[in-house]
């Protein structure tokens, strides 16, 4: 290899194979095919031809970094997409995306180990320079080819044609009304212009969300959810996506469950109503779910969430506490300091190590959604109190990676959780089951059913006296896993007829399972018809942020 890399007939040919592939590289995982290296990338001669007709002297050293630097740019950015459609089904945004890289890693410690995505870790930030490495020596190998003033002349214009079919493809993409179209692709540029284009309009629109967030109509409002006469429980169900009802891999499953669970309420004497709501993110990233519900904003990104914490703007939660609630947050995979619950409108939080759980974990998991329930009861719903609470709980067990997936067991045999020691160390490690992405999906469908009879099990446990319970997903699985590109999650609501018959307006369909066909309500209009659909006097129509 050390010696094609030197041959003076073959550099130049190795340097174009380099360019080319970082060119050609896809960013999403459909583009995965040996087709891409069919494609005809414009910017490769307007590149080479540049560096050897102007990659002489000083002008020529500040053009080669300037490349340098663009195409291993871009070349992470498409890498990052191509994760990100992998795991969110969508792109990667440069401002609002930044600190999923530590979450990624975190997660990535929890499947393979912290030792294992330390090394991960490193070998990427190593082949970013690999890669910065190569683009600065293929792009030398051009600048050192001799060529006489004429051919350098022709060079410099083919490169400046090849430069505005560049431009023009962008432009024939971006509907500029473009005079040609250019026979090739300028995918490359067009990431790189994209990704510029996106930073700008990420940063206004973010400017105009502030603005929004501070304009709460319903800040200082009297006699809010006056009508609820209990404790009322949101249920953020881990995972939970439309997938479930909709997909014949997972329904035949979900659909049974939640039939039986329904039965089981109904002869209880609760009702149940049912419906979809839109998650603003899918793949992961629950707590913006979490918050878009909360804050009634549209929260799809790190940077909003951010924006939302310090806006000063009302949550769900603070209107509950207004409103004589004591206020609750029971959050099992919270391990580590949690300083924006401040900003939440939680009296209370309890996070891992508040709940009492001795046992083994579930690899990344904390413990089992039924043990989680079983601490909500021990050290809040089972407490004298003056006041009926207001509770956000969020499952965990069909969290990834879904291995090993818990069983039910009675309710009264759960003591400090060692008893499901036995649970926690069954089955394959993480590592092995996703080599496979069938054993995947396969986890994750029974990962979901668990989730699905614990709460369902939790509700009728509490038949006698019912608490409001609703119940909803945080967001989809990824693309691979749910067999499904959608972001529709399902939401329930189960307590008193009274109660359940006034939600209509985010859950409109009777029992556990809404029909296929049904629409969805976006989940940022979920804390205003809430506060609507509890509250007896007429209320202002909320305000949303773009």
């Known amino acids: 290899m050390k010696g094609v890399l030197r ?7 190795v340097a174009v194979a380099i360019v080319f592939l970082l060119l050609v590289q896809p960013n999403y995982p459909d583009a995965l095919t040996w087709r891409a290296l069919l494609l005809f990338p414009l ?6 031809l540049a560096m050897a007709a102007f990659g002489r002297g000083r002008g020529g050293l500040m053009l080669r970094v300037a490349i340098t630097l663009a195409l291993t740019a871009v070349t992470v950015l498409k890498t990052a997409d191509f994760a990100m459609f992998t795991a969110l089904s969508r792109g990667f945004n440069p401002v609002a995306d930044l600190p999923l890289i530590a979450a990624g890693v975190h997660l990535l410690a929890g499947a393979i180990g912290i030792f294992a995505a330390i090394l991960v870790a490193c070998a990427a930030v190593a082949l970013v320079g690999v890669i910065a490495a190569l683009v600065w020596w293929a792009l030398g190998v051009w600048t050192r080819i001799t060529m006489p003033p004429l051919a350098r002349n022709l060079a410099a214009m083919v490169a400046l044609l090849f430069a505005s079919a560049s431009v023009a493809d962008i432009g024939a993409v971006k509907g500029w009304g473009v005079p040609f179209d250019p026979p ?3 995918f490359t540029a067009r990431i790189g212009v994209d990704r510029a284009q996106l930073i700008r309009t990420t940063l206004a629109e973010l400017a105009v969300f502030r603005t929004t967030a501070a304009l709460d109509p319903y800040a ?3 006699g809010l959810l006056d009508l609820i006469d209990r404790d009322v429980i949101v249920v953020f169900v881990e995972s939970y996506g439309r997938t479930s009802i909709d997909t014949p891999f997972y329904n035949d499953l979900h659909r049974a469950t939640l039939a039986v669970g329904e039965a089981r309420l109904r002869a209880s004497g609760l009702a149940m109503a049912s419906g979809y709501l839109g998650s603003p993110t899918s793949g992961g990233q629950s707590w913006l779910a979490h918050s878009t519900f909360a804050n009634g904003l549209w929260i799809n990104a790190q940077i909003r969430y951010r924006a939302a914490l310090v806006s000063g703007r009302h949550t769900l939660f603070h209107l509950a506490q207004e409103a004589g609630f004591e206020t609750a947050a029971v959050m099992p995979q919270i391990t580590m300091d949690w300083p924006e619950a401040d900003f939440m409108g939680f009296d209370r939080v309890f996070a891992a190590k508040d709940l009492g759980y001795k046992g083994l974990p579930f690899n990344w998991i904390e413990m089992p959604d039924q043990f989680t329930f079983a601490a909500l009861d021990r050290l809040l719903l089972d407490q004298p109190a003056t006041r009926p609470r207001f509770v956000q709980l969020a499952t965990g067990s069909s969290h990834a990676p879904w291995v090993p997936v818990p069983q039910m067991i009675d309710w009264g045999d759960i003591g400090d959780g060692t008893e499901f020691n036995e649970m926690a160390s069954a089955g394959d490690t993480p590592k092995e089951v996703w080599r496979d992405p069938e054993r995947v999906r396969a986890q994750y469908r029974l990962a979901i059913d668990y ?3 614990n709460v369902l099990s939790y509700a009728a446990l509490h ?8 119940i909803l997903g945080d967001h989809q699985a990824a693309g691979f896993v749910a067999l499904d590109e959608g972001r529709d999650v399902p939401i329930h609501v189960i307590g008193p007829a009274n109660l359940v018959a006034r ?3 985010f859950a409109p369909f009777e029992g556990l399972i809404p029909p296929v066909s049904a629409g969805s309500v976006p989940m940022d209009q979920m804390r205003d018809l809430v ?3 509890f509250t007896s006097t007429p209320l202002p129509k909320g305000v949303t942020a773009p």
């Open 7 to 13: 041959h003076p007939a073959l550099m130049p040919l």
């Open 43 to 48: 910017e490769l001669p307007a590149i080479l």
């Open 184 to 186: 090739g692709s300028a």
């Open 220 to 222: 200082g409002q009297t």
């Open 451 to 453: 989730a699905l009879q």
């Open 463 to 470: 038949a006698e006296n019912p608490p409001l319970m609703i």
């Open 503 to 505: 939600v209509k307006g």
């Open 531 to 533: 506060l609507q659909a």
